[in-house]
């Protein structure tokens, strides 16, 4: 890999490891529609200008019917619930959940594609990602708000079931544009929740936390991460998604103080170590499938 891939995979592992702190520090002082709003108008602003002047935006409103789906599977549904189950989550422990993605994502995919057939080490990976996930609640249950890790199990589907939309139904269209649409549609769809709800105090804290997440870790993280994309391909390019539960675990407890916690030390090397052995392909299907693009599922 070269220079410039390295910065690039160094950077994208902070910057997607970045919004559970954030979200965390924001969903004390705004409601989680509220803060949607301001993430994904924030993104928006920057985004879809740039796609609007790359011409990327009148072809992806004429597949507007899959562009809708994509939206609420992977943006609208996940980040309100992620965002409402971090007010009763540790930052920490929320980023450890999303880690369990390429475990939904294996099995979707193997439902999806019949004619892939499950190699022993998935299986095993499977397995093993259960067991992790089993061992994280089990250890930490009596701290463990179940409502809160319910919506969580949801987030984690939402983000597996987003990418086989996009690769079905949008993958010939520009990713950039795509992303643009999507951010503008939920701030739209989310503009009464501020109406509704608007914040009475904001200190410096919240402020900075919904800045960091509309132009850091939405809009910067998808430019950089398309520049990823085209330095070292997809395939490497999804490897981000193992670190940055690292980086979530590590920034809420140097920061907010948060405990590491029995389940997290025997659930996250067993969760980290299932989603790399599921998400492996066999050789002939991932020289068949070695350019799918499915960005959004890092995020």
């Excluded at 619930?81 to 995919?109: H, M, N």
């Excluded at 089990?138 to 589907?157: C, I, K, T």
């Excluded at 490897?239 to 948060?258: H, R, S």
């Excluded at 980290?272 to 392909?281: E, M, N, T, V």
Aim: one cysteine or more; glycine letters at 8%; aromatic letters at 8%.
């Amino acid at each position: 890999m070269s220079r410039r891939g390295w910065l690039l995979f160094a950077a994208m592992s902070v910057i997607w490891g970045l919004p559970y702190l954030f979200i965390r520090i924001a969903v004390e002082y705004l409601t989680p529609g509220t803060l949607v709003f301001f993430r994904t108008a924030g993104a928006a602003v920057v985004l879809l200008p740039l796609a609007l002047a790359r011409s990327q935006v009148a072809p992806v409103l004429a597949r507007w019917r899959p562009l809708v789906l994509f939206t609420a599977i992977e943006v609208m549904l996940p980040w309100l619930l992620l965002s409402d189950a971090e007010r009763k989550l540790s930052s920490s422990l929320a980023g450890l959940l999303v880690a369990a993605v390429p475990l939904v994502g294996a099995l979707l995919a193997r439902f999806s594609s019949p004619a892939d057939r499950v190699t022993g080490s998935q299986l095993a990976g499977l397995l093993l990602g259960v067991v992790g996930v089993v061992a994280l609640v089990g250890l930490d249950f009596s701290g463990l708000n179940l409502f809160a890790f319910a919506e969580m199990a949801v987030v984690s589907v939402c983000y597996a079931t987003g990418p086989i939309v996009l690769t079905r139904s949008l993958a010939d269209l520009p990713g950039a544009g795509v992303i643009a649409v999507s951010m503008a549609l939920t701030a739209v769809c989310y503009l009464p929740f501020l109406l509704l709800q608007p914040p009475e105090h904001l200190p410096a804290s919240a402020v900075s936390g919904v800045v960091v997440l509309s132009l850091v870790c939405t809009a910067l993280a998808f430019l950089l991460f398309f520049q990823l994309i085209a330095t070292i391909g997809p395939t490497r390019s999804t490897v981000i998604t193992y670190v940055n539960p690292a980086v979530a675990i590590a920034l809420g407890v140097l920061v907010l103080g948060e405990n590491i916690t029995a389940g997290m030390l025997v659930g996250f090397p067993l969760i980290l170590a299932g989603s790399i052995l599921a998400a492996r392909r066999s050789r002939t299907v991932a020289a068949n499938r070695s350019e799918e693009i499915t960005p959004v599922a890092a995020a």
